[in-house]
């Protein structure tokens, strides 16, 4: 009985000690006012008030042991050094709230990171990392994980027993495969993946009801989660250069989204769901596989559309009156057709590299068109119906087999700059030439009468003429 009592008495004893030299943590605004010192000898002459340690960019190749001895420590930061591991007393700072060891040589975390219980903020970005510790599912408080720029295969089994993680980064490591665990991570907002090796998205990550932003650029995936439109708060989503050969029907859920980057990918075609994206304001898909021209009449508040470099022959706009840019060079397309007051506020169009063998057929007056950009196609002659296009500042119908150019082309009142180089043309009309705000003209390439190319150059001083 009396050696239960001493042996209670002595544990008693040391729980007091401990108390005395590991304070209560301080609040966030303590913290704000609280002193940063820069110096650790300077720190140590104060160790029971020094709550935050700075010793970053001081050419440091390790930390000394007697860190230990700051025991109300809550932010370390010893970024842009020569360290290459930590020590390991580091880990019995168990205020520590923040640290942020990036920039630096460190190859590995040791698994005593879990004894780091009411850290907050972890930020070992740009170091040699190659796999994070099992130990860090032990850090149930940390909220913002950044692992950014290392060589990182794999994240542990238990990232989900961080229930409080609202920030992952992991861009640019080499990871593969993401744990299943990481649809329990219920707080997170951010995530970031781009310029990994990913291959799949386990289906646990449509849980994530609160994820606002998911980056998966430049990864391997050839498919997402049958289930992605879940996630319905997410407002940003990037998923150019990956290997995805479609969408998932229930993409047309995320309705916050307003800017879809799919391009450099195996697209073949767009769910019809695509349309329910009501707020999409952007949508690139160049550098795909498209064979038909998707449907997206009802993206009412479409602004900018990308299809370069895809496979399509037949075009025609319905809908889509707020769009201002039309992206659609360098496919197979035969024909375009503007379906009545559709595209009516378009500024910037641009169909080179195509099939076209006459420009675009529109039954009403494009009164907003600025840019038309038809170089290399299959175009004849430039036809009355050019006259719809009456705010054209930019013209560019050079390497087709164009020989003749009506005169309504003289009707361009507000034309700035007019290509017709490396065509069939003999003569144009001169109204063309006297155009008020014609600038910029490029005639080379065709086979003028000399006679007329003297009348061009007479015709209005201080054009740029090449003819």
Known sequence: MMIRKIALFIVGIIIAINAVGQGKIKSKEYLSKAKTYYDLKEALQYKRSVYKLNLESQKLTEISSKIAKLKNLQELTIAYNDIESLPPEIFNLTNLQKLIIKNNRIKSIPEDIGKLVNLELLDCVQNNLTTLPDGIAKCVNIKELKLAENQISRLPEGIGELKNLVNLDAFSNNIEIIPDGIGNCSKLEYLDLDWNKIIELPASICRLQKLRELRLEKNNLSVLPRAIGDLQMLSQIKLQNNNLTKLPESFGKLKLITNLNLEKNKLTELPITISQLADLR????????????????????????????????????????????????????????????????????DLEMNKLKSFPSSSTVLLELKTLNLAQNEINSIEQNISNFKALKELNASDNHIGQI??????????????????????????????????????????????????????KKGLKLDI
């Open 282 to 349: 952007q949508l690139n898909v160049s550098n795909n596989k498209l064979a038909i021209f998707p449907l997206l009449k009802d993206l009412s508040s479409l602004e900018e559309l990308n299809l370069s470099s895809n496979s399509l022959v037949d075009v025609k706009f319905e809908g889509m009156n707020n769009l201002k840019s039309a992206d659609l060079s360098i496919n197979k397309i035969v024909k375009v057709e503007i379906a009545g007051e559709s595209i009516r506020n378009i500024e910037f169009l």
């Open 406 to 459: 009506s005169r309504n082309v003289g009707k361009l009142v507000e034309l700035e700059i007019l290509s017709l180089a490396n065509n069939k043309i003999l003569l144009i009309p001169m109204e063309i030439v006297r155009l008020p705000k014609l600038k910029e003209l490029y005639l080379d390439g065709n086979k003028m009468y000399s006679w007329h190319i003297k009348q061009i150059k007479k015709a």
